[in-house]
């Protein structure tokens, strides 16, 4: 009998489910946390799990069942990044695009309508730019409002002087 790793991993390998709905049934039903265990795996076996882990999962989800934040694939996920086996994000966008959980691969859980990867990080390099932005705004306005504050003020103090003078409380 196969382990979980070893099912997961040739799920990965064909990209589609085992065909007879028994062997689903009786070993990937019960969701089994993967621990970290994967970090052993070499860096093929690593692909091929994440690649299962999505495959089913999305089965997983056609079926009903939500998994959401709690899914392994952005774990397995990171640890590729680490290892630099998806430097071009090919991998992550086929996940991106095949998984309808907003949690994989970038466990962001908002995907803000981007259909592919790349439409996400350049959605967040946009946002980024925008709050950069809007930190300089909000600095340019707080500045102009200390300036005309304090031309206010002045003119304020001007007035008084004036009027003191005409009043002869001031030579």
């Not at 989800?61 to 774990?75: A, L, V």
């Amino acid at each position: 009998m196969d382990t979980y790793f070893e099912i997961l991993i040739k799920i990965g390998r064909c990209g589609t489910l085992p065909k007879t709905e028994e062997l689903i049934n009786n070993n990937l039903t019960q969701r089994i946390y993967l621990s970290g265990n994967w970090i052993i795996l070499s860096d093929d076996n690593l692909i091929n799990l994440f690649k299962g882990l999505v495959v089913l999962e999305e089965y997983w989800c056609k079926k009903g069942e939500k998994i959401g934040s709690t899914t392994d694939t952005k774990f397995v996920y990171h640890e590729m990044l680490k290892r630099h086996l998806d430097d071009d994000y090919s991998i992550g966008n086929w996940a991106f695009e095949y998984s309808s959980n907003s949690y994989v691969p970038l466990d962001t859980g908002n995907r803000h309508g981007a259909k592919t990867i790349y439409d996400y990080f350049n959605w967040q390099s946009n946002l980024d730019e925008k709050k950069s932005r809007d930190k300089i705004d909000a600095t340019i306005r707080r500045e102009e409002k200390k300036r005309l504050k304090a031309e206010a003020h002045a003119e304020r103090l001007k007035k008084k002087e004036i009027r003191d003078r005409e009043l002869g409380y001031k030579k």
